[in-house]
């Protein structure tokens, strides 16, 4: 068999380019302190104590009732110490000094404390300061809640948090990583009693059908083409678009020149399967592999494939490609490089 002609320094430096374009652009954002899995507790003072799960597990303990209370603690503290007028943020974070690994909290005042209108006689009527929110932030986990008095923290305090999770693992069905749970439940006498949690499941979102033309080059040419896809979105837990699959078709336009100012059009068109994903928070990359379904001229011989790296910015148009192509039965390769526009 005849070795396939390829350099491969150039192949791997046009795979690099593809890849670290994918993934340099942009920076990765912090990560939000409001959980997409959420658990509602009533309190016997119709408060509401709201747990946010990063992902809601019944396997795992989230904390135990001694950090818990020690957390409240810290909150009355900081309460008593602090001008208040509105609500504070607790986060607990276990950091690496040394060897160690050691606990820090950290107390903030609560950026938009909620406001609250009394509503009497004609007129309506804003008053500040009488209900205390609280945010709790731990690893995976953030827990809300407000008092109008802090005497009610000695009875959110009392809560066995570790009931809690047993609960979780009484009630929870895992319906798959790409479930989004919510549960409702009380809390009597310093126990929580969950009633249901309920799993929404977040499948194929929509199909997604566009247009596009580019421009690649080809060996020693420059090459025009136009692109019809057809594409599966799923979303992630959240519902935002992460991963893309489905079937591309590229029909490449070769002009070969017969005489002085004579040309002829050769018609070349690829099937291509592909998957994307969304890495960063901003760019997507994709894999895309195909084969020639529509052969014109000589420029491909025997069979002919291609395998593509696509990246691309959210909501942007244009994307970035860089291809090896097989001809002659896997014979012969070389690289590709192709700019597109999709509408």
């Keep these: 068999m005849k070795k396939i002609k390829i350099n491969k320094y150039l192949v791997l430096i046009f795979l690099c380019i593809g890849i670290v374009e994918g993934y340099t652009q942009g920076s990765i954002e912090p990560l939000s302190i409001n959980y997409p899995d959420t658990l509602v507790l009533k309190t016997d003072t119709n408060s509401e104590v709201v747990f946010s799960f990063n992902r809601m597990s019944r396997k795992k303990e989230y904390l135990t009732d001694d950090l818990w209370k020690s957390t409240v603690n810290i ?7 602090t001008e208040l007028d509105g609500g504070l943020v607790v986060t607990y ?47 995976q986990l953030t827990i809300g809640f407000s008092v109008n008095q802090l005497a009610e923290l000695e009875e959110i305090k009392a809560l066995e948090i570790e009931s809690v999770w047993s609960q979780i693992e009484m009630k ?27 799993g929404n499941n977040q499948g194929l979102d ?57 040309f002829n059009l050769d018609v070349n068109g690829f099937l291509s399967g592909f998957v994307s994903h969304q890495f960063l928070p901003k760019y997507e990359l994709g894999l895309a592999f195909g084969a020639l379904i529509h052969r014109d001229g000589e420029f491909y011989r025997g069979g002919t494939y291609k395998f593509s790296i696509y990246t691309q910015k959210n909501e942007s148009k244009i994307s970035f490609t860089p291809e090896i192509i097989f001809t002659n039965d896997f014979k012969d390769a070389f690289p590709a490089i192709k700019f597109g526009l999709s509408f």
Excluded: C
Aim: aromatic share 12%; proline share 3%; charged share 35%.
């Design 75 to 81: 909150m009355e503290t900081a309460v008593n110490n």
């Design 93 to 139: 974070r276990t950091v690496e000094e040394g060897e160690e690994e050691v606990a820090k909290v950290e107390v903030s005042k609560l950026e938009r404390p909620n406001d609250i209108y009394v509503i009497g006689g004609d007129e309506v009527v804003q008053k500040n300061a009488d209900r205390i929110e609280f945010r709790m932030q731990y690893e």
């Design 172 to 198: 929870f069905e895992d319906k798959g990583r790409r479930n989004l749970y919510n549960g409702t439940g009380e809390i009597k006498y310093g126990k929580a009693s969950i009633s249901q949690i309920e």
């Design 206 to 262: 929509n199909i997604e059908l566009s247009a596009g033309v580019g421009l690649g080059f080809y060996r020693d040419r420059w090459v025009p083409d136009i692109g019809f896809k057809m594409a599966f979105n799923m979303p992630d837990r959240l519902g935002n678009p992460r991963l893309q699959f489905g079937a591309l078709y590229t029909q490449h336009y070769f002009f070969r020149e017969e005489a002085e100012d004579d």
